[in-house]
């Protein structure tokens, strides 16, 4: 079964920039479509970026364009998400999410089915 370990969170002050990691024990998330979601305290989950299996294709929310960025590393094993300029509305715990056999990426929460624990990511000066 795969288990999905996010990493990289922590605290920041705004301007700064933080990389999150999504890899999963024991699997090859080569031949799974990743998302980036985020939920801040008392508001609902955001889907925040995607890539599909190739790495070809990424979609990202209008909140974080031109500032975050995710990519594959590591032969595609690993999926990271750059975060660059934080803002203190960024501050959230993060979560990434699977999908396997899929064609294209969303940043819709209910395309996956296979989520990490999150990781906190904090944003103040």
């Known amino acids: 079964q795969l288990h999905l370990l996010e990493s990289g969170g922590g605290s920041v002050q705004p301007g700064g920039s933080l990389t999150l990691s999504c890899a999963a024990s024991?699997?090859?998330?080569?031949?799974?479509?990743i998302g980036w979601f985020r939920q801040a305290p008392g508001k609902e989950r955001e889907g925040v970026s995607c890539?599909?299996?190739?790495?070809?294709?990424?979609e990202y929310a209008d909140s974080v364009k031109g500032r975050f960025a995710i990519s594959r590393v590591n032969n595609k094993e690993t999926v990271e998400l750059q975060m660059n300029n934080l803002k203190a509305e960024d501050t959230a715990v993060y979560y990434c999410?699977?999908?396997?056999?899929?064609?294209?990426?969303?940043?819709?929460?209910?395309?996956?089915?296979?989520w990490g624990q999150g990781t906190q990511v904090t944003v103040s000066s």
């Open positions: 890539i599909d299996h190739n790495g070809h294709y990424t």
């Open positions: 999410a699977a999908v396997e056999h899929a064609y294209f990426c969303s940043t819709s929460a209910g395309f996956y089915h296979v």
């Open positions: 024991k699997f090859s998330l080569e031949d799974y479509v």
